[in-house]
């Protein structure tokens, strides 16, 4: 699951990106995380894609994936799989500033529509709003 094209490489990968560029295995909570690399670009690359998953949010093809209560960034896409399958993947960390959490959704479908931040970007905030209630976060 290292594979940066598989869902769990995109994650691990914008994992690290959240972290400020620390790669790390993903584990359960409540597990010790195990550090894969220290840093996987210079600060200033990561800074700079940090605040361009922000801005994707915030102005632009992720919206939907936004919350009132905390900032999201977040990055995805939508390909075809098979036929007329298409599969939507999206990507998201919050709050941004300092992230807690990192949360992949994945839908395959039939067809059109098929958009990664349209229809995974609702799930992405839906799923923020869980946590954040769950957790009682005030952010």
């Given at each position: 699951?290292?594979?940066?094209?598989?869902?769990?490489?995109?994650?691990?990968?914008?994992?690290?990106?959240?972290?400020?560029?620390?790669?790390?295995?993903?584990?359960?909570?409540?597990?010790?995380?195990?550090?894969?690399?220290?840093?996987?670009?210079?600060?200033?690359?990561?800074?700079?894609?940090?605040?361009?998953?922000e801005?994707?949010?915030?102005?632009?093809?992720?919206?939907?994936?936004?919350?009132?209560?905390?900032?999201?960034?977040?990055?995805?896409?939508?390909?075809?799989?098979?036929?007329?399958?298409?599969?939507?993947?999206?990507?998201?960390?919050?709050?941004?500033?300092?992230?807690?959490?990192?949360?992949?959704?994945?839908?395959?479908?039939?067809?059109?529509?098929?958009?990664?931040?349209?229809?995974?970007?609702?799930?992405?905030?839906?799923?923020?709003?869980?946590?954040?209630d769950?957790?009682?976060?005030?952010?």
């Amino acid at each position: 699951g290292g594979n940066p094209n598989e869902a769990m490489g995109i994650l691990t990968f914008y994992n690290a990106v959240a972290n400020g560029g620390k790669k790390v295995k993903l584990v359960s909570e409540g597990e010790d995380g195990i550090v894969l690399h220290e840093q996987i670009a210079k600060p200033e690359h990561i800074k700079a894609l940090q605040k361009g998953l922000e801005n994707a949010v915030a102005n632009g093809i992720f919206k939907k994936a936004g919350n009132y209560d905390t900032k999201v960034a977040a990055c995805g896409r939508t390909f075809v799989i098979e036929g007329n399958y298409r599969r939507m993947e999206l990507c998201g960390y919050f709050p941004a500033e300092k992230p807690m959490y990192t949360i992949m959704v994945i839908m395959e479908k039939e067809g059109l529509p098929a958009s990664a931040g349209g229809m995974c970007g609702i799930i992405l905030s839906n799923t923020i709003n869980v946590l954040m209630d769950i957790y009682g976060m005030k952010l």
